[in-house]
């Protein structure tokens, strides 16, 4: 079983920043993929940015160019440097682990408000 604790979230106004961290614990056959994922309320939870263990990284066009995902193997967690923020990056941030076998865990959550 992998565990994953995110970090980092609370209330901003727009156009400031926030720092996500995801530390997962040690799986026994190792993670490859790690991400963040969000839900505003009434809405479907989506990808927000993804990373390879090898650094290769996925973005969803809405956080292009404002967001950045980083990863420290050696510690096992995932960032998300999130900048110019806007009210419609309200939502549940969640951290997502995906093993080399293929299996998922997920984080509770840490919420991120963007006021106007």
């Known amino acids: 079983q992998v565990q994953l604790v995110e970090s980092g979230g609370g209330l901003v106004q727009a156009g400031g920043s926030l720092r996500l961290s995801c530390v997962a614990s040690?799986?026994?056959?190792?993670?490859?993929?790690m991400g963040w994922y969000r839900q505003a309320p009434g809405k479907e939870r989506e990808l927000v940015a993804d990373i390879t263990r090898s650094g290769i990284t996925k973005y969803t066009d809405s956080v292009k160019g404002r967001f950045i995902i980083s990863r420290d193997n050696a510690k096992n967690t995932v960032y998300l440097q999130m900048n110019s923020l806007k009210p419609e990056d309200t939502a549940v941030y969640y951290c997502k682990g995906v093993t080399y076998i293929g299996r998922s865990y997920w984080g509770q959550g840490t919420r991120v408000t963007v006021s106007s």
């Open positions: 040690e799986a026994r056959f190792g993670i490859d993929v």
